[in-house]
């Protein structure tokens, strides 16, 4: 534990450092050329990529597996629709069961309706083959860490996925305003966290890209919608 926490904390000076490097190339007047590609280009998709790990590794410190109490539990993900889980949890004999569905709110799971049940069988692979089930990232800490981003080269953004009916929904953060935006919308609207709860239930939990892996750029989110 003691040297993960020494690795994110080089990780986190690393990324300081290539911030205030690319502050300091924005102030100049000209860039050294390099061999092997544009320098900057190569720095950008590094600096990406680390705050990629270190949004991965606060996620995994977050999230909290099930204790170990017997019960068996099915996650997934649908499409267009928050995360579900089937628990199904034995009583002291083993003899019977509750079966209980509960789905993601953004902040915590909800029940959906649970009963009794009996004669419970269970296959799975011999050898394991998904990750263990997690509590997906509250949504109020996927808001933060997109807060207070919009100076970095290639800020990060929340996206939602497309579905039968819209386009892929991106949320970033510009002077300290939400503003989404979909693919084909003419412009972007303020948003608020609350708003994000309900895009939850009807788009599915939301993912944490860099913008310049979205379908939309820096340009889309900036100029005032009253303007339109």
Not at 41 to 68: M, N, V
Not at 94 to 120: A, N
Not at 139 to 150: A, G, N, P, Q, Y
């Amino acid at each position: 534990m003691a040297d993960s926490q020494r690795e994110l904390e080089t990780l986190r000076e690393i990324d300081s450092n290539f911030h205030r490097l690319f502050e300091a190339v924005n102030d100049g007047d000209d860039v050294v050329s390099m061999p092997g590609g544009d320098p900057l280009a190569t720095l950008r998709r590094a600096q990406a990529q680390i705050d990629a790990a270190l949004f991965a590794s606060h996620r995994s410190r977050d999230d909290l597996t099930l204790a170990d109490d017997g019960a068996c539990l099915l996650q997934w993900n649908p499409p267009s629709a928050p995360p579900h889980r089937l628990r199904f949890e034995p009583d002291s004999t083993g003899e019977s069961w509750t079966r209980r569905e509960l789905e993601w709110t953004g902040t915590g799971w909800r029940s959906c309706g649970s009963d009794r049940v009996e004669d419970v069988a269970i296959r799975a692979p011999a050898a394991a083959r998904y990750p263990d089930p997690v509590d997906p990232t509250p949504l109020e800490t996927m808001v933060e860490w997109i807060r207070d981003s919009w100076a970095r080269p290639d800020p990060p953004a929340l996206v939602f996925a497309k579905t039968a009916t819209t386009e892929q929904g991106v949320v970033v953060s510009v002077d300290d305003e939400l503003r989404y935006r979909e693919r084909d919308s003419p412009q972007w609207y303020p948003a608020t966290t609350d708003e994000f709860y309900h895009h939850l239930r009807t788009h599915g939990q939301p993912t944490l890209l860099p913008l310049s892996e979205t379908a939309l750029t820096r340009q889309h989110f900036t100029p005032s919608p009253l303007s339109k």
